[in-house]
Nanobody, 126 residues
Framework: QVQLEESGGGSVQAGGSLRLSCAASEYSDSSDCVGWFRQAPGKDREGVAIIGTGRTYYDDPVKGRFTISQDNAKNTVSLQMNSLKPEDTAMYYC?????????????????????WGQGTQVTVSS
């Protein structure tokens, strides 16, 4: 059972930046993928970005603004969020899947992921 813990959420003004981190209880190897999802009040959970198997993926609303990365120890995945907009306001969740079948993960669907963190809140004010 992989345990995930998100951190780094907070409140910022539009145009600002935040960096989210996802700490995993296990080492991530080449067979894993880690993703970020978000859920705004009253809306379905939606995919944001994926990293794994040497690749990255971004959903259209965040392309060019968000960057997903994995540290050298491979047990932390970060999401750098720049040029934040009020519509980015949501609870952000880290998710993990093993094994990673990259071709099945887009479009991002929460049903394809094995493990989830508890989430971290991001609030962007105008």
């Amino acid at each position: 059972q992989v345990q995930l813990e998100e951190s780094g959420g907070g409140s910022v003004q539009a145009g600002g930046s935040l960096r989210l981190s996802c700490a995993a209880s296990e080492y991530s190897d080449s067979s894993d993928c880690v993703g970020w999802f978000r859920q705004a009040p009253g809306k379905d959970r939606e995919g944001v970005a994926i990293i794994g198997t040497g690749r990255t993926y971004y959903d259209d609303p965040v392309k060019g603004r968000f960057t997903i990365s994995q540290d050298n120890a491979k047990n932390t995945v970060s999401l750098q969020m720049n040029s934040l907009k009020p519509e980015d306001t949501a609870m952000y969740y880290c998710a993990w899947v093993r094994p990673c079948r990259w071709w099945l993960l887009q479009p991002m669907d929460e049903g394809d992921w094995n493990y989830w963190g508890q989430g971290t809140q991001v609030t962007v004010s105008s």
